[in-house]
C-alpha cells in the first residue's frame, strides 16, 4: 500500500493574502473557499492532487508553540519547485528572506519564514 498527501490544514490571519503568494511563488490556485468550522473561512489553495486547507477561525489566533520543541507542533513545509532559483527570485520579490541555503545528494534546498511565522522549505531535485 502506497499513502499520498492530500492536504494539510493550517490556521492563517488573511487566507486570501496567505493563498495569493503561494499561487505567485508556488504557482498554484485556489481549489476552493468558503465559510468553514466554528464560523471561520477557509481557502484551499493548491495543485490537482494536493493544496493546503487557509483556515482562519472567527475568533482571534494564539501565537503558535516554538518550533521543533513541541510534541505536535509543525516545523516547516516543503515544496517541491521545478526551477529553486527562480522560486528565491519569486520569494524575494513576495518579500520574504530565503536563508539556510544547501546542496544536497539528490537536491538543492533553502528556507524561509512566512509573515504568519510558518517555515518554508523550497526543494529542487537534480
Given at each position: 500500500?502506497?499513502?499520498?498527501?492530500?492536504?494539510?490544514?493550517?490556521?492563517?490571519?488573511?487566507?486570501?493574502?496567505?493563498?495569493?503568494?503561494?499561487?505567485?511563488?508556488?504557482?498554484?490556485?485556489?481549489?476552493?473557499?468558503?465559510?468553514?468550522?466554528?464560523?471561520?473561512?477557509?481557502?484551499?489553495?493548491?495543485?490537482?492532487?494536493?493544496?493546503?486547507?487557509?483556515?482562519?477561525?472567527?475568533?482571534?489566533?494564539?501565537?503558535?508553540?516554538?518550533?521543533?520543541?513541541?510534541?505536535?507542533?509543525?516545523?516547516?513545509?516543503?515544496v517541491i519547485v521545478?526551477?529553486?532559483?527562480?522560486?528565491?527570485?519569486?520569494?524575494?520579490?513576495?518579500?520574504?528572506?530565503?536563508?539556510?541555503?544547501?546542496?544536497?545528494?539528490?537536491?538543492?534546498?533553502?528556507?524561509?519564514?512566512?509573515?504568519?511565522?510558518?517555515?518554508?522549505?523550497?526543494?529542487?531535485?537534480?
Amino acid at each position: 500500500m502506497t499513502a499520498t498527501l492530500e492536504h494539510a490544514n493550517l490556521c492563517v490571519s488573511d487566507p486570501h493574502k496567505t493563498a495569493a503568494w503561494m499561487e505567485k511563488i508556488f504557482g498554484w490556485h485556489i481549489r476552493w473557499q468558503g465559510p468553514a468550522l466554528n464560523g471561520g473561512y477557509t481557502v484551499h489553495v493548491g495543485s490537482k492532487s494536493s493544496y493546503l486547507a487557509l483556515y482562519s477561525p472567527a475568533e482571534e489566533l494564539a501565537e503558535a508553540p516554538k518550533p521543533y520543541s513541541t510534541k505536535g507542533a509543525l516545523n516547516h513545509l516543503a515544496v517541491i519547485v521545478d526551477d529553486l532559483d527562480a522560486a528565491e527570485v519569486a520569494v524575494k520579490e513576495a518579500g520574504y528572506a530565503p536563508m539556510n541555503h544547501g546542496d544536497y545528494e539528490p537536491g538543492r534546498r533553502f528556507y524561509f519564514h512566512d509573515e504568519e511565522g510558518v517555515e518554508y522549505e523550497l526543494v529542487q531535485y537534480d
